[in-house]
């Protein structure tokens, strides 16, 4: 995420606020909040958001860097606002967080207001926040601004050396985010983060809060709702983290995933061979994927993609199958006929994080204070090559990208989840996610017993509320109109079918009309 600049002021942490009406069922949905939020003493100081349309604020929420010492040393959290206009129908506060972790929320109220749509967007104020060192909030988290930078050693060691490299590499990372923030590191987890959220919600003079998070955001939801279920009013979970796989299974159930989506791609660019040229059978374009990466190792395409951005770029599909048009173009013209342009197009799209590292810094500061990794190398070389042996698309990858936190200068400490004293709560999952693999839902819907559990069947998409699917919005929105839920079953309260596969652009040209798609590219918690 890039940082975007804002409008700073000194914010107060006044607790008042108007009284809100107390949780809905399907049958008793809740009345709307009619009281705007009481004034705070000091207020906020909004002004105008820098770089975002006009009527979103931004202010600065200062919290305790270390809860246990809240009069101790502060950091400040960038809030952004864009108020109700509906006061006859006021809803409260709305809060997002997109993921990561490291993710920027600050533009949100503009994201989600379209995607809620005007009427039901105009009931609530809504609320987006960088966490704690993302973005514009104080300090904005950077260990090495050039650790990604193009081209890195292929993410597939060759030999024990080149893994071993590999490893003394992510260790110097961990070395410079705890040489640059020292103390800061051992309040960065998830629980930190929820904490921030009640002094943002003391800061709107709110007595509870509603809440939207997707990806890691579910997560972050689900601990804000477990410290403090009594200051929940409404709570949205979109493509759900495992919380029983915190962090490092997690990230190896990851990795057969998106091996799942990865063969589906290349199955889907087979169907449509008088296209793209590569092949009948999946196995076929699967053959040419490779050989374009190992020719990409030789000879770096406009010396910037090389076999680990490409495998960067291509791992955007399996967030969003929306993509796969624009990605086997690039692949099929690279492949066929040598041309770049198309993949570094790519690239610059969905795989270039160079120059910036705070999505990287926030993530690893995040995810190796959450609990507890393993500390022993050869721990992760038999994980993680046992991986590779059947899910080679992501896994060395995914074990660079984490690899940190085998040496992290804080030892995490895993948060227990626990749903039981929330009073109800809306969960969507798509059951081929590949970033927040399916179990992830039916575990969340566990600990939340009162929690709906909504299903895609089939769609491999991340992120399913607001992208125009008719029967998942529909359900979003009457939850957050008037906190109407599904009924409850065993198991999935609910189920949608998925989002049809795109189809290619010169296909599509000769279709009378081509299938309706995601009417956006934005995909949560996306590294």
């Known amino acids: 995420m890039k940082k975007i600049l804002i409008a700073l002021a000194a914010a107060g942490l006044g607790l008042s606020g108007a009284l809100v009406a107390g949780p809905a069922t399907a049958d008793a949905p809740r009345a709307p909040e009619h009281t705007p939020p009481a004034p705070q003493w000091p207020p906020l100081q909004w002004a105008q958001c820098e770089n975002l349309p006009a009527g979103i604020e931004c202010a600065m929420v200062e919290v305790p860097m270390d809860y246990h010492r809240p009069r101790g040393q502060k950091i400040k959290i960038a809030v952004s606002r864009k108020k109700a206009t509906d006061t006859a129908h006021y809803q409260g506060a709305l809060l997002f967080n997109p993921g990561g972790p490291g993710g ?50 292929d993410y597939v060691p060759a030999n024990p050396p080149e893994e071993l490299a590999w490893a003394e590499r992510a260790r110097g990372y961990a070395a410079a985010c705890g040489e640059k923030y020292g103390e800061l590191l051992k309040h960065m987890s998830t629980t930190d983060a929820a904490m921030d959220m009640d002094q943002i919600r003391k800061a709107l003079g709110r007595r509870q809060i509603s809440y939207v998070g997707y990806s890691y955001g579910t997560y972050l939801g689900a601990t804000y709702a477990t410290l403090f279920p009594g200051n929940v009013r409404r709570l949205v979970l979109d493509s759900i983290v495992n919380p029983k796989r915190i962090w490092y299974g997690h990230n190896l159930d990851q990795n057969h995933a998106f091996e799942a989506r990865a063969k589906e791609f290349f199955a889907w660019i087979a169907k449509y061979d008088d296209t793209y040229h590569l092949g009948t059978t999946a196995a076929d374009v699967e053959k040419a994927y490779y050989a374009a990466r190992a ?29 796969w048009p624009r990605l086997a173009e690039a692949l099929a013209k690279y492949a066929t006929a040598g041309e770049t342009d198309a993949l570094l197009s790519a690239f610059g799209v969905y795989g270039d994080n160079s120059g910036d590292d705070n999505t990287l810094a926030v993530y690893s500061a995040v995810e190796c204070s959450d609990a507890r990794w393993p500390r022993d190398w050869t721990t992760w070389h038999a994980d993680w090559s046992r991986s590779y042996r059947t ?16 040496f992290w200068p804080v030892h995490g400490h895993e948060q227990r989840i626990d749903g039981r004293s929330v009073k109800d709560a809306l969960f969507f999952q798509d059951t081929k996610d590949a970033a927040t693999p399916y179990q992830g839902g039916l575990e969340m819907h566990k600990l939340f017993p009162t929690s709906r559990l909504v299903v895609m ?59 309706p798609q995601q009417h956006d590219d934005w995909v949560p918690g996306e590294r």
């Open 391 to 406: 899910a080679p698309f992501l896994s060395w990858g995914n074990a660079w990208f984490n690899a940190q936190c085998a």
């Open 457 to 515: 069947d089939g769609g491999g998409n991340h992120g399913l509320t607001g992208r125009g699917d008719a029967c998942v919005d529909d359900i979003w929105k009457a939850y957050l109109s008037d906190g109407t839920l599904p009924a409850s079953r065993p198991g999935p309260d609910a189920h949608c079918a998925p989002f049809p596969d795109p189809v290619p652009p010169s296909v599509a040209a000769t279709l009378k009309s081509a299938a």
């Open 295 to 323: 020719k990409l190792k030789a000879t770096p395409a406009g010396g910037k993609v090389g076999p680990d951005e490409l495998d960067d770029t291509f791992l955007a599909g399996g967030y969003l199958k929306s993509r």
């Open 104 to 153: 920027s929320g600050l533009a949100y109220p503009a994201v989600m207001g379209a995607r809620l749509g005007a009427d039901l967007a105009a009931r609530y104020d809504l609320i987006g926040f960088d966490p704690r060192g993302v973005g514009a909030s104080e300090p904005s988290l950077s260990c090495d601004p050039h650790y990604s930078d193009p081209v890195r050693p």
